[in-house]
């Protein structure tokens, strides 16, 4: 398993539109907007360099995103690491004892392969990892 770079970092917000005219207001632009059905939560990807900032609406009061903003408010939501294989990557993570939210592999964005890490085992910090679609 090879880390590619730091693909997105994931920011919980109440609402898109309004987080999309802060930041748009910054100089940065909207290139994808995603409703993912299963995560409960539409998107809004910005690009700032390689990476990029990925807004996230609650589109349900018991979605993962709306129990964050209810818990600990509005802001840094997920880190997400792209990898060239995430199978290896979760295999990688068990091996060193991390908790793992997702045991297999999930559709997110983008169509990209994700899964998640948990914040007890990673210092606070919710950790995506992420296998793009070549």
Known sequence: MKPLKVDHVGIAVKSLDEAVKLYT??????SHTET????????????????NL?????????GPVARTIEKRGEGVH???????NIDEAL?????AGLTLVDEKPRTGAHG???????????RGVLLELCEKKH
């Open 54 to 62: 990925e807004l996230l609406e609650s589109t349900s009061p018991d």
């Open 25 to 30: 207001a910054l100089g940065l632009r909207v």
């Open 78 to 84: 997920h880190v997400a690491i792209c990898v060239d």
């Open 36 to 51: 993912v059905e299963d995560q409960k939560v539409k998107t809004a990807f910005l690009p700032v360099g390689e990476t």
């Open 112 to 122: 990209a392969r994700i899964a998640f890490v948990h914040p007890k085992s990673t």
């Open 91 to 95: 295999q990688a993570a068990r091996r």
